[in-house]
């Protein structure tokens, strides 16, 4: 298995002691995506008996069309045999530090979702890219350089309650992109992923004229 893709698919699996039923977090953009698809693939080969998926989106709201698009992730799903619910962002939003507030919301929002759907594990779609950045961003806010600044973890015990795994921190997000033209599928780009008034997208672009 030469992709990258459903290779860390594959290796993240077989590192579970025991079968799994695993809730993936699934906005529509091509990382999640691309790790649903993968993880369905890989479990649809063969040798994961007693492991099951299920997915979740979670529509914060903060722009018109977005519950249409989470309808739509929810049909893709279907149309692979994933259970997907959809989790709102309901109430006041933040003035400020938005990106945080939806970030925490999301969590809380998946660790109900993974209780509904009776879910062992929640996954994120992470990516090497996002990692980069990650690490360049706290590198930046630190008031000594230290060599000993370090990224997101591959696993985290959320809330005392669920565990989140990010299976993908080792590939790139062109290799995800790849693997989605292979098969056909498309994806959507969330605007705010190019909007320079957030430090990450700052961080990306200034990571890219390197």
Excluded at 59 to 69: C, Y
């Amino acid at each position: 298995m030469s992709d990258p893709v459903p290779t860390a698919a594959q290796a993240f699996l077989q590192r579970f002691f025991s079968p799994a039923r695993i809730l993936v977090a699934v906005s529509g953009g091509s990382d999640s995506k691309g790790l649903l698809l993968a993880l369905k693939q890989v479990l649809d080969g063969g040798g994961f008996e007693g492991f099951s998926l299920a997915a979740c989106t979670v529509d914060h709201g903060l722009r018109k069309g977005s519950f249409d698009e989470a309808q739509d992730v929810g049909a893709f799903c279907v149309g692979l045999g994933v259970p997907h619910v959809i989790k709102q962002w309901l109430g006041d939003k933040p003035a400020s530090g938005i990106q945080a507030a939806a970030r925490g919301a999301r969590y809380a929002l998946l660790r109900d979702a993974a209780a509904e759907l009776g879910a062992t594990c929640i996954v994120t779609a992470h990516t090497a890219d996002d990692q980069a950045e990650t690490i360049a961003m706290r590198k930046a806010r630190s008031a000594e350089q230290s060599a000993g600044l370090s990224g997101m973890a591959d696993a985290v015990l959320y809330d005392r309650q669920v565990w989140i795994l990010r299976p993908f921190l080792g590939v790139q997000r062109e290799a995800i992109r790849d693997f989605l033209r292979m098969q056909g599928e498309g994806w959507f780009d969330d605007p705010s992923n190019a909007n320079p008034a957030f430090e990450r997208v700052r961080m990306r672009q200034a990571l890219l004229k390197e």
